[in-house]
């Protein structure tokens, strides 16, 4: 696919691997980067041949969030506020549109993590539907150690990932966890010995998502979303509703007749 200069995007047999691509700073977020991972997402979610995505970094890290070189304040012309960014503006429009994208877009997103995941970076990670990480990898809410609160969604996600006294916790020391302890806390759903491993690891799942049943996946993720917002009734009443669409996929179809004539189900994603 043409037009990504910090992005890798790959897409082969159901699965679009995206790569972030700035080694040399543990992938940390330019304006560029971000607005790039955009369009991939975009891309990804209008593909039907595109069935699971898996989202990795390029080198040793994951993702270092914010690219701090471009955030540097000069001090002598930092009377007032002039010269400070506007970091307001700068998640609302680079970073809020791929959380929201990767927790809405209905198919499955894996994160490999194959390394350290700081600041926004740990956030991207958090957003994703399913992580694998490498043992060496580390989660860091960075963002109190430069005077930041936990952006892109990390106050909204983490909680609901570990709960809420230890994600309060890391939000408020900046201190990394591990991937065993990460593993321990729910936080990861694998952890490998190696990248390959890892790499192995996800593959085999992002196969499996490829070649599921892909409208119901995304009506699952739809589900779990929607459920952490609305009490029993009102989501018993939205699940009749996305039942009821489920039941018109020709994968619905499929599953039931394989099962009735005993074989494997093929479903085209449907
Ligand atoms: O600004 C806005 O728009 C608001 C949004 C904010 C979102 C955010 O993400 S704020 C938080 C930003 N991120 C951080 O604060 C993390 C900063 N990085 C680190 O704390 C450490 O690098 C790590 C713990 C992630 C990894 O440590 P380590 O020891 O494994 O690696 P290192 O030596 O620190 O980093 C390797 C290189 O990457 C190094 O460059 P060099 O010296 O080899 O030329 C380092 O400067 C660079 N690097 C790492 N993180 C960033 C970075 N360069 C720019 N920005 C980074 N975030």
Redesign the pocket.
């Known amino acids: 696919m043409a037009g990504y200069e910090h992005l890798l995007y790959d897409v082969d047999d159901g699965i679009l691997t995206i790569t972030l691509n700035r080694p040399?700073?543990?992938n940390?977020?330019n304006d560029e980067m971000s607005f790039e991972l955009q369009k991939a997402l975009k891309e990804a979610e209008k593909d039907k041949a595109v069935r699971c995505v898996i989202l990795t970094g390029a080198g040793?890290?994951f993702c270092?969030?914010?690219?701090?070189?471009?955030?540097s304040i000069n001090a002598e012309s930092s009377n007032g506020n002039g010269d400070r960014?506007h970091?307001g503006e700068?998640?609302r429009k680079?970073?809020s549109p791929i959380i929201s994208k990767l927790r809405n877009m209905e198919k499955p997103i894996i994160a490999l993590v194959n390394?350290?995941a700081?600041?926004?970076?740990a956030?991207i990670a958090f957003a994703c539907d399913m992580r694998i990480a490498v043992k060496e990898a580390?989660f860091?809410q960075?963002?109190v150690?430069?005077g930041?609160i936990p952006?892109?969604g990390a106050c909204w996600l983490l909680p609901r990932l570990i709960g809420y006294g230890r994600a309060l916790d890391l939000a408020l020391t900046g201190d990394?966890i591990n991937a065993e302890t990460a593993y321990q806390w729910g936080l990861v759903n694998c952890v490998k010995d190696s990248l390959e491993e890892a790499q192995t690891a996800t593959q085999e799942l992002a196969n499996r998502y490829a070649q599921g049943p892909t409208q119901a996946i995304g009506l699952i993720k739809r589900a779990m979303n929607k459920a952490m917002t609305l009490d029993l009734d009102a989501y018993l009443d939205y699940e009749a509703d996305l039942q009821e669409i489920a039941g018109r996929s020709d994968d619905y179809k499929e599953g039931v007749s394989a099962f009735l004539e005993k074989r494997t189900a093929q479903f085209t994603g449907r």
């Open positions: 040399d700073c543990l940390a977020f040793r890290g270092a969030g914010q690219d701090l070189r471009s955030r960014p970091l700068s998640i680079r970073y390394g350290v700081a600041g926004a970076g956030s580390k860091i960075a963002f150690k430069v930041l952006d892109s990394a």
